[in-house]
């Protein structure tokens, strides 16, 4: 409570929470006030903005307003679904290794930097164009989450092999605690808030990710993201017809979206970490 | 003899771990693309026989397609095996494995669907070019840049600060293909002051002559621009965190307490918050390359980011992995050679040596 109190104080959480809470209510609420329909032509083609469609069509003449909101709704469910994966496996990796130490910790640090060093865009690509029918957004937000995973293991690592030496977690082990115990109930709580942090990183990162993958022609085959829409602009010569409402309000979601997300990142790291708030 | 050498140590060390790494990151290349079921001879078949062509000649090619692609076993007089029912004998994925590192070594990454019979590593020899040049001055001198300013951000706090700071923020916060795209529509389409996409002019073959130069120079500012102020903007966000530590050290501290000159001071900083950031350059090398290779495709810069791009829209498998094999290597080689340095410039990390730990 205390803790929420002093998050409500800094005002670039409640800046950054701010700005993210209203793109997830759009997401969210967007198809009760505008009809969502992504499967009809409601006019030509890059028809500008008008009363009736407020961001224009693409370059099917679809309503852009439509292709955004359900836009949206994907990348953040990949934001969120490639979060939680990278962080669940980060945060065990990083834990187990950093709590364990000797020979399991060195197999594990000699895993994760190996797969740090590999660029993961890399691996994206290879695992997306091997699978070339059948690539669903949730498979897609899965593949995101195993190939970014590398950077926050190696963050809970070095938290968790700080913690090692802690009376409390010798305490543990003398009471018979086994190793999963002692990780999850004796380390990790200790953790929460920087795997949180870590979390809110990694959403980030998956959000940018799919984005990325679908400007290599990579995207989900059976849904609408906010990537997928600037590949089609791009790929259908919206920057050469000047068509910016067929690219900048995407653009612009996706800025926001991970904007917010950071400014949330920092200003919870001056939260938790009072030594920062200076 | 090692135990004399703490550097040749270190140096071996790390040539051993960074061979491990090249190993998984080969097999990788080899592995995943074959997790799908699509097979070269059929994608080769299918595109040769449209048309119709007569059955003698399809097996003669798919023949030459399964000897090519290592994909069945050959007897003595250099014919395909075939099993009763006239079907070729498939090659097991191990001996196809080392055969595949066999050609890899000696460079030859085999040859491209779509544009067969061309090699794979001659239609990466003409694009990477244009990829070095875009990528290594950007993070090089990116990242010179974003520290100095980072530092500067740090010291002088106040207004210097005040501009810098968020502006770097909003800037490391728009992702990369963003910010290509917006100059590519500000500077290229609307005002026109720049080409928006391509490399050179269309008339043009490349070459060392001046006018192509000068084109191709022309065509370098926008790409060059959407990647150095990313780079910059992401490092002095670092910079600036890592000097404000510096700055509350005892050794700031008690030179400013002496009078030592700001500029002095300020050189001294610079160079311990360097470290760090060397090592952070290291790690963040492979996104940064990345990112760069999707800038490439929304200006349409004829490297390697679009060499990829082609390779994926047509299932062109041998230059998909030979292009992110490339990428790979490079990737660990450029962070193989920060390794090596920051162990020279370390005196922590040579003290390391020094006592064996």
């Known amino acids: 409570m205390k803790l929420f109190k002093n998050l409500l104080k800094s005002p670039s959480f409640v800046f950054g929470a701010g700005l993210f809470l209203a793109t997830l209510l759009l997401a969210l609420l967007g198809p009760l006030f505008a009809s969502v329909d992504v499967n009809t032509r409601v006019g030509l083609a890059f028809t500008p903005p008008s009363g009736s469609h407020w961001l224009g069509t693409d370059h099917l003449g679809v309503d852009m307003v439509s292709l955004l909101i359900a836009g949206l709704r994907s990348s953040l469910y990949v934001g969120f679904l490639a979060g939680t994966v990278a962080t669940l496996v980060g945060t065990l990796i990083g834990l187990y290794g950093g709590y364990k130490g000797g020979w399991v910790d060195d197999v594990l640090t000699v895993g994760t930097n190996l797969f740090l060093v590999i660029p993961s865009l890399i691996v994206l690509i290879l695992l997306s164009s091997s699978i070339e029918n059948g690539r669903s957004l949730t498979l ?76 290599l022609g990579l995207g989900p085959y059976d849904s609408i993201s906010l990537g997928k829409i600037l590949n089609e602009a791009i790929r259908n010569e919206a920057l050469s017809d000047g068509a910016w409402w067929a690219f900048a309000p995407a653009m612009v979601l996706i800025t926001v979206i991970v904007f917010a997300l950071y400014i949330i990142n920092t200003s919870l790291e001056g939260v938790f970490n009072p030594r920062l708030r200076k | ?95 196809q494995f080392f055969n595949y590192i066999g050609m890899s070594l000696r460079g030859d990454l085999g040859s491209s669907i779509l544009q067969h019979p061309k090699r794979v590593s001659e239609i990466i020899k003409t694009a990477l070019p244009w990829t070095l040049a875009l990528q290594l001055p950007t993070i090089v001198f990116g990242w010179l840049l974003g520290n100095v300013l980072g530092a500067l951000a740090a010291y002088k706090r106040g207004a210097f600060d005040k501009i810098v700071y968020p502006l770097t923020l909003l800037v490391s916060a728009i992702p990369a293909f963003c910010f290509g795209i917006l100059l590519v529509y500000f500077f290229g389409i609307r005002l026109e002051w720049f080409p928006a996409v391509g490399g050179y002019d269309d008339g043009l073959t490349p070459e060392f002559s001046a006018q192509f130069i000068a084109s191709a120079s022309y065509y370098y500012i926008l790409p ?38 700001e500029s002095k001071i300020l050189f001294y900083m610079f160079r311990n918050a360097m470290l760090p950031q060397l090592t952070g350059l290291a790690l963040a090398l492979g996104t940064m390359v990345g990112g760069a290779l999707i800038t490439e495709i929304i200006f349409s810069y004829p490297g390697l980011g679009m060499a990829v791009l082609t390779a994926i829209q047509g299932n062109d498998y041998p230059l998909i992995t030979g292009c992110t094999l490339l990428v790979t290597v490079t990737v660990l080689v450029a962070n193989f050679s920060v390794d090596i340095l920051v162990g020279f410039l370390d005196p922590r990390i040579r003290a390391a040596q020094q006592t064996g730990k």
């Not at chain 2, 700031?252 to 009078?259: C, D, R, S, T």
């Open chain 1, 140 to 215: 897609i937000a899965l593949i995101i989450g195993c190939t970014t995973w590398t950077w926050s293991a190696r963050a809970v690592r070095a938290q968790a092999s700080s913690l090692r030496g802690r009376d409390h977690v010798a305490l543990a082990r003398i009471n018979g605690y086994g190793t999963l115990g002692i990780v999850l109930f004796h380390i990790m709580p200790y953790l929460l808030s920087y795997i949180f942090m870590v979390f809110i990183l990694q959403t980030a990162t998956g959000i940018l990710s799919e984005a990325s993958i679908s400007m």
């Open chain 2, 1 to 95: 003899m090692l135990k004399n050498h703490p550097t040749l140590k270190h140096i071996l060390g790390r040539t051993g771990w960074y061979f491990v790494t090249f190993l998984v990151a080969i097999t990788i290349n080899f592995i995943l693309p074959r997790l799908g079921d699509a097979n070269p001879v059929d994608t080769l078949i299918a595109k040769s026989s449209v048309g119709g062509a007569d059955k003698a000649n399809v097996t003669a090619k798919e023949e030459a397609y399964l000897k090519e692609f290592h994909l069945a076993e050959v007897d003595d007089n250099g014919k395909v095996k075939r099993d009763a029912q006239g079907k070729p004998i498939r090659t097991t994925l191990l001996s």
């Open chain 2, 224 to 261: 060059f621009l959407s990647v150095f102020l990313i780079v910059v903007g992401g490092q002095a966000i670092g910079m600036r965190s890592m000097c404000i530590y510096e700055l509350g050290t005892d050794y700031v501290k008690y030179a400013k307490l002496l009078g030592v000159k």
